[in-house]
């Protein structure tokens, strides 16, 4: 029975097809094959402010790399230029964020010495002049990067051997005057990640510990608190690398280590003061102390009323011989020059300087520069230690990307440990002003230098952007487990954070990098697989049909004619 023609070519045919086929999967496998390396990115802070866009708005990424933002004539939109901080020029990026000139995403390359995964590997005398010399860059890159609208994506990621081998391939095909294009060989980067949402409804925790003091019987009235203060979350340009060692890290071990030393001197009934001692880590710091306010707000009357004085302690850890106590009462006022004389008398003995800043509260402004002023607005004395001799500009110094780790901060923040925990002690015991030396360094209530260091570990490793903690984060049940062992009564207390922020997700992801070829090469290659394919074919169609049916194949079909009725 003879096959009919239909069915013949269909037989055919079906091996072209599957040829074909067979090329335009080869020529995407050129074109995307797989990845030359996968890094992990970190993306620029995406946030509204009463309503105003700032930060990256875009996550997902795929274009072209570049090596330069200022290619002269060169149309940008689809490229991702890659820039590495030590050839970050801050004046012209400004000027390119400004004007708003198109650009397919931007992403910037960090030594390693700003890795807070890596620095116990590095040469500390060796990287840290270096890391000096490039933190003003980044300093100014963070702000410059946090307080504009950029429409495209904006990533962080580390140098590695496989991203700067990309690098280089990159700057040699822009040095040829043809960078990346669609049409052009180079690479590809890659982010997939969805739509950046809104985080709903941001959660806040404070935590706090008392250190009850030794009452009588024949105390009626309660007894006077002392409060030690330190807020612990972050804000940084990239979320997920904000870790803040010194901002406000420095202050969480101060704060930790104190609470160590007044527990061991407390548990002995015949050294235990008559004062209480509450510890406070509050959340919400970048965001005006919105957590500090919270607390403040939770206490009942008795016990705001009790309150003699609070310290609250801020980046202590940048300087080892400068530290400043800013306070919103006048020097002059009683309470103030005796916690400063306290101080001061201290500082002169372990040799540290220790100056006044006075800045006086606008009550019609509710922004505050320091945490103590949550306290004086409540009509609480209190003052704030810190290394920094003025109040930081707003969304600054709270745990950036230069802050991950300052190489023997530790000496500092021993210092600043003595500091406060000698002034307290002197106060409560009623020794100010003699040489009395209660945490001695050879002594039971010395301080412990490997406490410090394991707590400042921790912290110069553990992102803390409080839009991005959970209830349930590691970090927050970590210090609320280790201020229960040193305290009593430990609570954490859980508020929505509020005001003006909205803050977006998609903080993190991976960037792949393919190599690609050019559009000229795909085209040549399917044109000569094209050609063989055609020829293999009609050789097939001669050799087992024959000429006539690989003609037909080509050849019109005749029409058929409609008999009418």
Same mark, same amino acid.
Request: net charge neutral; aromatic share 10%; proline share 5%.
């Given at each position: 029975? %003879? $096959?009919?023609?239909?069915?013949?070519?269909?037989?055919?045919?079906?091996?072209?097809?599957?040829?074909?086929?067979?090329?335009?999967?080869?020529?995407?496998?050129?074109?995307?094959?797989?990845?030359?390396?996968?890094?992990?990115?970190?993306?620029?802070?995406?946030?509204?402010?009463?309503?105003?866009?700032?930060?990256?708005? +875009?996550?997902?990424?795929?274009?072209?790399?570049?090596?330069?933002?200022?290619?002269?004539?060169?149309?940008?939109?689809?490229?991702?230029?890659?820039?590495?901080?030590? *050839?970050?020029?801050?004046?012209? $990026?400004?000027?390119?964020?400004?004007?708003?000139?198109?650009?397919?995403?931007?992403? +910037?390359?960090?030594?390693?010495?700003?890795?807070?995964?890596?620095?116990?590997?590095?040469?500390?005398?060796?990287?840290?002049?270096?890391?000096?010399?490039?933190?003003?860059?980044?300093?100014?890159? *963070?702000?410059?990067?946090? #307080?504009?609208?950029?429409?495209?994506?904006?990533?962080?990621?580390?140098?590695?051997?496989?991203?700067?081998?990309?690098?280089?391939?990159?700057?040699?095909?822009?040095?040829?005057?043809?960078?990346?294009?669609?049409?052009?060989?180079?690479?590809?980067?890659?982010?997939?990640?969805?739509?950046?949402?809104?985080?709903?409804?941001?959660?806040?925790?404070?935590?706090?510990?008392?250190?009850?003091?030794?009452?009588?019987?024949?105390?009626?009235?309660?007894?006077?608190?002392?409060?030690?203060?330190?807020?612990?979350?972050? !804000?940084?340009?990239?979320?997920?690398?904000?870790?803040?060692?010194?901002?406000?890290?420095?202050?969480?071990?101060?704060?930790?280590?104190?609470?160590?030393? +007044?527990?061991?001197?407390?548990?002995?009934?015949?050294?235990?003061?008559?004062?209480?001692?509450?510890?406070?880590?509050?959340?919400?710091?970048?965001?005006?102390?919105?957590?500090?306010?919270?607390?403040?707000?939770? !206490?009942?009357?008795?016990? #705001?009323?009790?309150?003699?004085?609070?310290?609250?302690?801020?980046?202590?850890?940048?300087?080892?011989?400068?530290?400043?106590?800013?306070?919103?009462?006048?020097?002059?006022?009683?309470?103030?020059?005796?916690?400063?004389?306290?101080?001061?008398?201290?500082?002169?003995?372990?040799?540290?300087?220790?100056?006044?800043?006075?800045?006086?509260?606008? @009550?019609?402004?509710?922004?505050?520069?320091?945490?103590?002023?949550?306290?004086?607005?409540?009509?609480?004395? %209190? %003052?704030?230690?810190?290394?920094?001799?003025?109040?930081?500009?707003?969304?600054?110094?709270?745990?950036?990307?230069?802050?991950?780790?300052?190489?023997?901060?530790?000496?500092?923040?021993?210092?600043?440990?003595?500091?406060?925990?000698?002034? @307290?002690?002197?106060?409560?015991?009623?020794?100010?002003?003699?040489?009395? *030396?209660?945490?001695?360094?050879?002594?039971?209530?010395?301080?412990?230098?490997?406490?410090? %260091?394991?707590?400042?570990?921790?912290?110069?490793?553990?992102?803390?952007?409080?839009?991005?903690?959970?209830?349930?984060?590691?970090?927050?049940?970590?210090?609320?487990?280790?201020?229960?062992?040193?305290?009593?009564?430990?609570?954490?207390?859980?508020?929505?954070?509020?005001?003006? !922020?909205?803050?977006?997700?998609?903080?993190?992801?991976?960037?792949?990098?393919?190599?690609?070829?050019?559009?000229?090469?795909?085209?040549?290659?399917?044109?000569?697989?094209?050609?063989?394919?055609?020829?293999? +074919?009609?050789?097939?169609?001669?050799?087992?049909?024959?000429?006539?049916?690989?003609?037909?194949?080509?050849?019109?079909?005749?029409?058929?004619?409609?008999?009418?009725?």
């Amino acid at each position: 029975m %003879a $096959i009919p023609r239909r069915t013949r070519e269909g037989h055919i045919l079906q091996p072209l097809y599957s040829m074909i086929a067979l090329v335009f999967v080869l020529v995407a496998y050129i074109e995307l094959g797989d990845a030359a390396t996968v890094v992990d990115v970190y993306r620029l802070i995406q946030y509204d402010l009463a309503g105003s866009p700032y930060g990256s708005r +875009f996550a997902s990424l795929n274009h072209h790399a570049g090596s330069s933002l200022f290619a002269p004539g060169t149309d940008l939109s689809r490229t991702v230029a890659m820039i590495p901080l030590s *050839e970050v020029n801050i004046t012209l $990026i400004r000027e390119y964020i400004g004007q708003g000139r198109p650009l397919g995403g931007l992403l +910037f390359l960090l030594p390693r010495i700003f890795s807070f995964e890596n620095n116990d590997d590095l040469d500390k005398e060796k990287h840290g002049s270096e890391k000096d010399m490039l933190t003003s860059d980044l300093l100014d890159l *963070e702000q410059t990067l946090i #307080h504009a609208k950029i429409p495209y994506p904006v990533y962080f990621a580390f140098e590695d051997d496989n991203i700067n081998s990309v690098l280089a391939d990159v700057k040699r095909n822009d040095a040829t005057g043809q960078p990346a294009t669609a049409t052009a060989a180079g690479y590809k980067l890659v982010v997939s990640a969805p739509e950046p949402r809104k985080v709903v409804s941001p959660t806040i925790m404070n935590i706090q510990g008392w250190l009850p003091g030794l009452k009588t019987d024949g105390d009626s009235n309660q007894l006077p608190t002392i409060a030690i203060v330190a807020s612990y979350d972050t !804000f940084g340009a990239a979320p997920a690398l904000s870790v803040g060692s010194d901002s406000n890290g420095s202050g969480v071990v101060t704060l930790l280590e104190i609470a160590r030393l +007044f527990s061991l001197l407390y548990s002995n009934p015949r050294t235990r003061g008559r004062y209480n001692l509450l510890f406070g880590l509050t959340s919400g710091g970048p965001y005006n102390y919105n957590g500090t306010l919270k607390w403040l707000r939770s !206490f009942d009357q008795r016990v #705001h009323e009790s309150i003699d004085y609070a310290i609250c302690l801020n980046t202590v850890g940048s300087s080892n011989n400068e530290l400043w106590l800013h306070v919103s009462k006048p020097p002059e006022n009683t309470y103030i020059r005796q916690i400063y004389d306290g101080f001061s008398s201290v500082a002169d003995e372990l040799g540290v300087k220790v100056g006044i800043k006075h800045k006086k509260i606008n @009550i019609s402004n509710p922004r505050v520069a320091w945490e103590h002023e949550q306290f004086s607005r409540l009509r609480i004395t %209190a %003052a704030t230690l810190s290394g920094l001799s003025t109040p930081p500009n707003f969304l600054e110094n709270s745990g950036g990307l230069s802050d991950n780790r300052h190489f023997g901060n530790e000496a500092a923040i021993i210092k600043s440990v003595k500091l406060v925990a000698e002034s @307290i002690a002197r106060h409560i015991y009623g020794h100010q002003g003699k040489k009395v *030396e209660i945490f001695a360094d050879n002594s039971s209530l010395a301080v412990n230098p490997s406490y410090i %260091a394991s707590w400042l570990d921790l912290l110069s490793q553990t992102p803390r952007v409080a839009p991005f903690l959970t209830k349930n984060d590691p970090l927050v049940i970590a210090l609320k487990k280790e201020l229960g062992e040193h305290t009593t009564e430990v609570n954490v207390q859980n508020e929505v954070l509020d005001g003006v !922020f909205t803050f977006y997700d998609s903080i993190s992801s991976k960037l792949y990098i393919y190599q690609v070829a050019s559009v000229t090469f795909d085209l040549l290659l399917l044109l000569v697989l094209g050609s063989y394919l055609i020829t293999l +074919f009609s050789f097939l169609v001669i050799t087992t049909r024959g000429l006539d049916d690989l003609i037909s194949l080509f050849r019109r079909p005749p029409s058929r004619k409609v008999k009418t009725a």
